[in-house]
């Protein structure tokens, strides 16, 4: 009884830790899932559902850390990348689903100037209070910078074709357009690249240039609960499950809920959706900031990025050819194609010489609040 006891003191000790917050939300779960039921008000089961997808995600990303460090190094990582992005991705696909096309790509650029901005800004600004500067290696980030440029570059190219070819880009306030199948075939020619390309950056991060990555000053191998891999895997597919419920709870009341509160789809995708898919991610890029371990928070912060753009989104890609009404083209209207370039600049300015300060994170949360405002009046 006394073991159990101080078993149970320890679990609600660490709901109040900066690891473990997220889990203070799970009521939000049932209560989203019987909203949804009852047939509540949209706003009010989309908000719900926002909130309860957050310790989804945050279970499995603990999961996932707990079953990395059993495992070894090579498998480890592999497995940190391979689910880090899961929960957006299954919101995405629900999103793809439900042939909400510029949801989901709204959701991608969201990521991706998300962790470039926000997550990488928060972590600077509070990582640099009470310190001159912070250092991390420019190597490594510099290696992600230039995995983003390619991903920019592919990004763009199919808008510069259809702009060519005189059809013009989506509009923001569009759910899906329907290119025609030269464009899909593009697009699946690029996403194709784009995964070949991803699965290169991870035979350089993981094999050949392993300690570029993985700094030894800085590796983690303390987990929250030591679970048996057994128990890792069990809790991975629950959290799994998980995620995939609230999903389906989010994606089908957005529609309403965007109309009912006065916000575009596009600004729920870009900015709301894109946040609590990773939410757990970004303090955990924040805390480790903190502790000074800036090579491991901007690892989080670019290479979450890297990932969203050379993996999530040609996956969509490939999967919406047998998911929902007709294959998604990586077709991007003018505003994200002018916010996904901005951020990949900016951020291969500020890490480019491998140091930062407190106002560096100012300005990259500011640029993101000037987009966020934007997004906001469309």
Same mark, same amino acid.
């Given at each position: 009884m006394?073991?159990?006891?101080?078993?149970?003191a320890?679990g609600?000790?660490?709901?109040?830790?900066?690891?473990?917050?997220?889990y203070?939300?799970?009521?939000?779960?049932?209560?989203?899932?019987?909203l949804?039921v009852a047939n509540?008000?949209?706003?009010?089961? #989309?908000?719900?559902?926002?909130?309860g +997808?957050?310790?989804?995600?945050?279970? /499995?990303?603990?999961a996932?850390?707990?079953?990395?460090a059993r495992s070894?190094?090579?498998i480890?990582?592999l %497995?940190n990348?391979t689910f880090g992005?899961?929960p957006e991705l299954?919101?995405a696909?629900?999103?793809l689903g439900?042939g909400?096309?510029?949801?989901v790509?709204?959701s991608?650029?969201?990521?991706i100037i &998300?962790?470039?901005?926000?997550?990488?800004g928060?972590?600077m600004?509070?990582?640099?209070?009470?310190r @001159?500067?912070?250092?991390?290696?420019?190597?490594?980030a510099?290696v992600?910078?230039? /995995?983003?440029?390619?991903?920019?570059?592919?990004? *763009? /190219?199919?808008?510069i074709?259809? %702009?060519i070819?005189g059809?013009?880009?989506?509009?923001?306030?569009?759910?899906?357009v329907?290119?025609?199948?030269?464009?899909?075939?593009?697009?699946?020619?690029?996403?194709?690249?784009l +995964?070949?390309?991803?699965?290169?950056?991870?035979?350089?991060s993981?094999k050949t240039?392993?300690?570029?990555f993985?700094?030894? @000053?800085?590796?983690?191998?303390?987990?929250?609960?030591?679970?048996?891999?057994?128990?890792?895997i069990?809790?991975?597919?629950?959290a799994?499950?998980?995620?995939?419920v609230m999903?389906e709870? %989010?994606?089908?009341?957005i529609a @309403?809920?965007?109309?009912?509160?006065?916000?575009?789809?596009?600004?729920?995708?870009? *900015?709301?959706?894109?946040?609590?898919?990773n939410?757990?991610e970004?303090?955990?890029a924040?805390?480790v900031?903190?502790?000074?371990?800036?090579?491991?928070a901007?690892? +989080?912060?670019i290479g979450?990025?890297?990932?969203?753009?050379?993996?999530?989104?040609?996956?969509?890609?490939?999967?919406?050819f047998?998911?929902?009404?007709f294959p998604m083209? %990586?077709v991007?209207?003018?505003?994200?194609?002018?916010?996904?370039m901005?951020?990949?600049l900016?951020a291969?300015f500020?890490?480019?010489? &491998?140091?930062?300060?407190?106002?560096?994170g100012v300005q990259?949360?500011?640029?993101?609040?000037?987009?966020g405002?934007v997004?906001f #009046? +469309?």
């Amino acid at each position: 009884m006394a073991n159990g006891g101080s078993e149970d003191a320890r679990g609600l000790a660490f709901l109040f830790t900066p690891k473990g917050w997220p889990y203070i939300l799970v009521p939000f779960i049932p209560i989203a899932i019987a909203l949804d039921v009852a047939n509540a008000s949209s706003v009010v089961i #989309f908000f719900t559902a926002a909130l309860g +997808i957050i310790p989804t995600a945050a279970l /499995m990303g603990i999961a996932t850390e707990e079953l990395a460090a059993r495992s070894g190094p090579g498998i480890g990582g592999l %497995l940190n990348v391979t689910f880090g992005n899961a929960p957006e991705l299954i919101i995405a696909l629900f999103a793809l689903g439900s042939g909400l096309h510029e949801v989901v790509k709204a959701s991608i650029i969201g990521s991706i100037i &998300g962790n470039i901005l926000l997550v990488l800004g928060g972590a600077m600004f509070v990582g640099g209070i009470g310190r @001159d500067k912070q250092r991390f290696s420019a190597t490594a980030a510099n290696v992600q910078s230039l /995995m983003l440029f390619l991903a920019a570059a592919a990004l *763009i /190219m199919p808008a510069i074709f259809e %702009l060519i070819e005189g059809r013009g880009l989506p509009s923001v306030g569009a759910e899906r357009v329907d290119y025609g199948s030269t464009i899909e075939h593009l697009s699946l020619a690029v996403a194709i690249v784009l +995964i070949g390309t991803y699965v290169a950056g991870l035979l350089f991060s993981l094999k050949t240039h392993r300690d570029i990555f993985n700094p030894p @000053d800085e590796e983690e191998t303390e987990t929250a609960f030591g679970w048996s891999p057994r128990h890792s895997i069990i809790m991975l597919a629950i959290a799994g499950i998980a995620v995939g419920v609230m999903s389906e709870v %989010l994606v089908g009341s957005i529609a @309403d809920a965007s109309e009912s509160v006065g916000l575009s789809e596009f600004f729920i995708g870009v *900015i709301i959706v894109a946040i609590v898919g990773n939410a757990a991610e970004h303090w955990v890029a924040v805390l480790v900031a903190h502790k000074n371990k800036m090579n491991l928070a901007v690892n +989080i912060a670019i290479g979450s990025s890297a990932q969203v753009a050379l993996f999530v989104a040609p996956v969509l890609v490939l999967i919406s050819f047998v998911l929902g009404p007709f294959p998604m083209p %990586l077709v991007f209207n003018g505003l994200e194609l002018g916010a996904i370039m901005l951020a990949i600049l900016i951020a291969n300015f500020v890490t480019h010489e &491998g140091e930062s300060t407190w106002f560096e994170g100012v300005q990259l949360l500011s640029v993101y609040t000037v987009l966020g405002i934007v997004f906001f #009046f +469309i």
